[in-house]
């Protein structure tokens, strides 16, 4: 098999660990960056808004792939189907979701309306054409069976490579620390951030930092700002700060209304941080509950506060679920078993 992966800026750097995988696994594949070779409207450099496919083209005709990988429903997908060359669609977030709360928060102007219509648009065609949906995890699985019947799906839990996260020195933090390191870029995920305005007037004297951005930022930060023990840190350089910010903490909170497969639980596990995370969509699926940290119930702000509390002043328990966390994610999501799961899935749709 050669794979062609048409993969996003955003995630070039997991792309570069799964394709160098499949190569050293006999499996020739070619990583690029979508939008270099296909891209349009409603694209934000309106110069390409009428590329033609002649990149593209050059492209197929130079590494004549046999399967096409996209980890995001854009151009690069509708002229993969185009060429008529298998495609296989990671999907990495919940569409539906994300697509109704989008609509009804940031892309209310009509420009933005008509974009999102576009991306719609070229979303439904390469889940119609897809050889194979590939969400990021079970959960995920039944949604998308649930809005595309009958399309045949294989599971792609993303892998990650340990040996990348180990303690390192640099960033200094007060504690006891509680560590968030969350996007705020779609309403039913960010939202649920609101409730540290509760736990953070509760626990005084614990130190919470958030590591992030995105586009509903001003929605929570002006009021997770007003209390004292709350600290913004913006984005950091990954890898190499992240692992800094990971390594000072002294446990790893994701509140959430929903998310997938997230790579900062696995990555805190990892780190032998214990965890915390909103129990909603994949998030059971990367920690074990009770043994690499705990899942607390969506909007219960006191049943957070409790199991914060409880690993803040259990050192043993927290030593402990860090330990069984890091030995967790070695053995589920190495790259290895990841990328043999995909390559099984793929050839069996290509007999």
Request: hydrophobic content about 40%; aromatic content about 12%.
């Amino acid at each position: 098999m050669r794979l062609l992966i048409g993969g996003s800026t955003t995630f070039t750097f997991h792309l570069k660990e799964f394709s160098d995988t499949l190569n050293r696994l006999g499996v020739e594949s070619k990583l690029v960056i979508d939008t270099d070779y296909s891209d349009g409207f409603p694209s934000r450099k309106v110069g390409n808004w009428f590329q033609t496919r002649k990149k593209f083209n050059k492209l197929i005709d130079e590494f004549k792939p046999n399967a096409i990988f996209v980890d995001r429903q854009r151009h690069f997908g509708i002229d993969s189907l185009k060429a008529g060359i298998p495609l296989f669609a990671l999907l990495r977030g919940h569409y539906w979701s994300e697509l109704y709360w989008n609509k009804r928060t940031m892309y209310k102007a009509l420009h933005k309306r008509l974009a999102l219509w576009q991306w719609d648009r070229m979303s439904q065609e390469i889940f119609n054409g897809a050889t194979a949906i590939l969400p990021i995890c079970r959960f995920l699985e039944k949604v998308t069976n649930q809005y595309v019947p009958g399309k045949p799906t294989g599971v792609f839990f993303e892998g990650i490579d340990a040996s990348k996260w180990y303690e390192v020195k640099g960033m200094k933090l007060k504690h006891p620390c509680v560590g968030l390191l969350q996007q705020s870029n779609w309403w039913g995920k960010t939202s649920e951030m609101l409730i540290l305005n509760k736990v953070l007037e509760r626990m005084p004297d614990v130190h919470f930092y958030w590591v992030g951005d995105g586009p509903l930022l001003e929605r929570v930060l002006p009021k997770l700002n007003k209390h004292d023990n709350f600290h913004w840190l913006g984005r950091l350089q990954y890898p190499d700060k992240v692992r800094e910010y990971l390594s000072e903490i002294d446990v790893y909170a994701l509140v959430t209304g929903m998310d997938l497969a997230p790579l900062t639980l696995k990555e805190a596990q990892l780190m032998k941080k214990p965890v915390i995370a909103t129990n909603v969509g994949g998030d059971p699926e990367m920690m074990v509950d009770g043994k690499t940290g705990f899942l607390v119930e969506k909007g219960d702000h006191e049943e957070l506060i409790e199991k914060l509390r409880l690993l803040l002043e259990d050192k043993d328990l927290a030593k402990k679920m860090g330990n069984e966390g890091r030995k967790f994610i070695e053995e589920t999501f190495n790259w290895e078993l990841i990328t043999k799961n995909f390559i099984k899935i793929a050839e069996s749709y290509l007999k």
